[in-house]
């Protein structure tokens, strides 16, 4: 699939990002590779690969789930603007 210089500027637009027009030949070079290198991937026969969460056929490893920090909440509470019942309050911004 290739890009044209339309292209590139409607997605540059789409994504809020500002491009020099010298550059927007290179970026659809690039972007075109990228796609067909998608399309590539999707000829790929995958009949019989079961799915991975993860490359590497290994469990994770897990810690002990236990305190590590002594509580500070009256801490980091005490230089609040506003709290109450160990909450935080904040101006109300939806009507």
Known sequence: MSLSSADVQSIAHLARLSIEDQDIPEYARNLSD?????????????????????????????????????????????????TEAGLYLVP????
Do not use: Y
Request: charged content about 30%; cysteine-free.
């Open 34 to 82: 990228i796609l067909n290198f998608v399309e590539q991937l999707g000829k790929v026969d995958t009949k019989g690969v079961d799915p991975m969460a993860h490359p590497l056929d290994m469990a994770q490893r897990l810690r002990v789930d236990e305190v590590s920090e002594s509580d500070q909440r009256e801490l980091f509470q005490s230089i609040a603007p506003a």
């Open 92 to 95: 109300r911004v939806i009507e």
